[in-house]
């Protein structure tokens, strides 16, 4: 069983930064992949990015490419995305998920989730 508690969420103006945390309980946490998503008002839930178990491999949202990074520390049980160049359209709750890949579906199953953190960007 893993808790996921995401903080590091605030009010931004465009174009500053933002680092997102997810922490993690439990010893299994190298044993997940682990994705951001997020949320903003009156829309559906969308994938932002993901990381492997081991850090080895990521894969970010098109319209977030180059501007926001997943990465992990395992020793730490935690997981960050770096969020820069924001913009009004990534105001959104930030939720952080912890899966295992699906080798049927080549997707990951996410079992857990943290309950999110609210970015808010200023135009």
């Known amino acids: 069983q893993v808790q996921l508690v995401e903080s590091g969420g605030g009010l931004v103006q465009a174009g500053g930064s933002l680092r997102l945390s997810c922490a993690a309980s439990g010893r299994t946490f190298s044993t997940y992949g682990m994705g951001w998503f997020r949320q903003a008002p009156g829309k559906e839930r969308e994938f932002v990015a993901v990381?492997?178990?081991?850090?080895?491999?990521?894969y970010h949202a098109d319209s977030e490419k180059g501007r926001f990074t997943i990465s992990r520390d395992n020793a730490k049980n935690t997981v960050y995305l770096q969020m820069n160049s924001l913009k009004p359209e990534d105001t959104a709750v930030y939720y952080c998920?912890?899966?295992?890949?699906?080798?049927?579906?080549?997707?990951?199953?996410?079992?857990?989730w943290g309950q999110g953190t609210q970015v808010t960007v200023s135009s």
């Open positions: 990381i492997s178990w081991s850090g080895g491999a990521t």
């Open positions: 998920a912890a899966g295992f890949w699906n080798v049927l579906t080549g997707t990951y199953n996410y079992d857990h």
